[in-house]
């Protein structure tokens, strides 16, 4: 059963590693941890985003969520429609495939994810007739609804995709996305292709859908701004681990890790946007040689001996905010010290 307190996806331990081998001429050979150990849920009708410098293995999260590459370990717990709880990490692509239907993607490139060759009808009927469905009426009845749920009209059908802009093409996009009534949607920087008037478009339309479809979604991006705008809650990720995760509001008004702090104080006026490298003091550590402890020790102001050796876990913290109880996590040794003195 799916209610609102039951987790829709439940990831637990998530690691990527890739085997890094050392050419002849090369000692660097040895593990790319790009995914360390990620926890996280996504609630029914919940968008929960993750947010990161590049390299910090967001993107990684969302590709070993899809299956897109097999994990290392751990499991992703997908509580599915028939009411059943499957661990997606060990299934293989024949068992996962009633279940691509009520999982789907958003792309981040609108110009290369549609077939040129195709009209918009045969693009947005694809998905159905993989999942069986033959029928040309019914077929022709779900695409133009869906066309027109991402503000198309149904005349568009017939036209290619070279004859719209990249905003239109982004809608097909998405109405190609929900054809099949996904349930869990994985949108990695579904607008960073995108000029700033038409992402704001863009967000209006997944905003409105994930209401009407009753959606969740795991939005990936470097984009605070818009992050701020669309997410429930927030997880913060730093060199392959989460190293907080708060409701949208709580995290950007009083974080509670240092990295996030850095990251505001960083990006003090948020239409600056995005999350670069080069923002924050200190060098981003080698993901391939990752420093021992807290991996942001190196640029942390707050670091002691204890965070070079020991590595912080994901703690939960109860806060009251306007009278509400709200949970979130920190994974910083003094989170007490720092923030609750
Ligand atoms: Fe900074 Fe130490 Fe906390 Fe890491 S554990 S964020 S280095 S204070």
């Given amino acids: 059963m799916n209610d609102n307190t039951t987790p829709l996806v439940e990831v637990e331990g998530l690691q990527m590693h890739f085997s890094m081998k050392g050419g002849a001429f090369s000692r660097r050979a040895g593990v790319i941890k790009a995914v360390d150990g990620v926890d996280f849920k996504i609630f029914p009708n919940e968008t929960f985003g993750l947010v990161g410098e590049s390299g910090c293995g967001k993107t990684t999260v969302g590709r070993a969520i899809l299956k897109a590459m097999q994990p290392t370990s751990g499991k992703v717990i997908y509580n599915s429609k028939n009411g059943g709880k499957i661990d997606l990490v060990p299934m293989t692509n024949k068992e996962l495939r009633p279940f ?111 209401n009407k479809f009753n959606l969740s979604y795991l939005f990936i991006s470097h984009d605070l701004s818009v992050v701020k705008y669309l997410c429930d809650r927030v997880g913060v990720m730093y060199l392959g681990r989460i190293v907080e995760v708060a409701p949208t509001d709580i995290l950007f008004k009083t974080p509670l890790h240092p990295y996030t702090e850095a990251l505001m104080h960083a990006i003090p006026d948020i239409n600056e946007r995005q999350i670069r490298s080069d923002i924050l003091a200190g060098e981003i550590p080698d993901a391939a040689n990752p420093p021992s402890g807290c991996a942001f020790h190196n640029r942390c102001k707050y670091a002691k001996d204890k965070c070079q050796s020991e590595t912080p876990k994901l703690r939960e913290f109860t806060d009251t905010f306007n009278g509400k109880e709200i949970f979130r996590q920190s994974a910083c040794h003094f989170v007490e010290e720092i923030y609750y003195k």
């Fill in 100 to 210: 691509r239907q009520e999982i789907q993607m958003i792309f981040q490139d609108p110009y290369s994810s549609l077939s040129p060759r195709m009209t918009v009808q045969q693009i947005l009927e694809e998905p159905l007739r993989l999942a069986g469905h033959a029928d040309k009426e019914y077929l022709y009845e779900q695409a133009k609804e869906m066309i027109q749920q991402v503000g198309l009209r149904s005349s568009h059908l017939m036209r290619y995709p070279h004859a719209f802009s990249g905003g239109q093409r982004q809608r097909i996009g998405i109405a190609r996305s929900l054809i099949t009534r996904p349930r869990f949607i994985v949108a990695d920087e579904a607008v960073s292709a995108l000029d700033v008037s038409v992402q704001a478009q863009i967000l209006e339309i997944l905003a409105e859908l994930k």
